[in-house]
């Protein structure tokens, strides 16, 4: 299956500082997802966002869709270590798959 | 109590043996997928059921082959490992096919010798 596009592929920040990570992808959605993977674990939901939401918040992530653009991005804020992890943004392509990006991998330095 | 679990959690075999993954979920879905992660942690789908029907049936060569016993089981058993088979293995689970969340097991780590 074809794979959406993650950037930036790593992104390495201090402690305390907001986290960016953005993804486009090809074909009209139903919605998009974000996901986080720990090393060594399974991936995690973290939100989903619907084609006619503009933006959407979790405690201290905020997701934003830009259809016109094909576009997404994640926002960390105030990032802790604990937040190192690979994040994985996957869209609807039909009724039963979902496109997955490449996943950006990001590094909170203490 | 663990939503998704999949067994066993390493598996290191010889090329040209025959293994098996099990997953379990406990959260009353009726969809459950296999997902193959390769070394660069591309995802791809190999094969969706559900309510024990095949939905999915991605490009996988024919040693593949998942059963689905009933809606909470979903097993993928590998004929003829070979060496490009070295992969994590990831079972999921959604509630049904198409616009919700997925939730995953932790993976199981082949590494064919």
């Known amino acids: 299956s074809q794979q959406g596009e993650e950037d930036p592929q790593a992104l390495s920040i201090q402690e305390g500082e907001n986290a960016t990570m953005n993804c486009s992808y090809k074909t009209s959605i139903n919605n998009l997802q974000w996901y986080r993977q720990n090393s060594g674990r399974g991936l995690v939901h973290l939100i989903l966002?619907?084609?006619n939401e503009r933006e959407k918040h979790s405690g201290r992530l905020r997701v934003t869709l830009d259809t016109s653009k094909k576009s997404s991005s994640l926002l960390i804020t105030a990032s802790r270590a604990a937040d190192t992890a690979s994040y994985f943004c996957a869209t609807d392509a039909n009724d039963y798959q979902l496109i997955w990006g490449a996943g950006t991998k990001l590094i909170i330095k203490p | 109590d663990t939503a998704v679990s999949q067994t066993p959690k390493y598996l290191v075999t010889q090329m040209g043996n025959d293994k098996s993954i099990k997953c379990e979920q406990n959260?009353?879905?009726?969809?459950m997928y296999w997902y193959k992660q390769d070394s660069k942690k591309f995802l791809k789908i190999m094969f969706s059921?559900?309510?024990?029907?095949?939905?999915i049936n991605e490009t996988v060569p024919n040693r593949f082959s998942p059963k689905s016993p009933d809606k909470a089981h979903l097993n993928l058993h590998i004929n003829s490992l070979e060496l490009g088979d070295s992969a994590v293995y990831f079972c999921?689970?959604?509630?049904?096919?198409?616009?919700?969340?997925?939730?995953f097991g932790s993976g199981t780590q082949l590494s064919v010798l």
């Open positions: 999921a689970s959604s509630r049904k096919p198409a616009g919700e969340k997925l939730f």
């Open positions: 966002i619907r084609s």
């Open positions: 059921y559900n309510n024990k029907e095949l939905i």
């Open positions: 959260l009353g879905h009726d969809t």
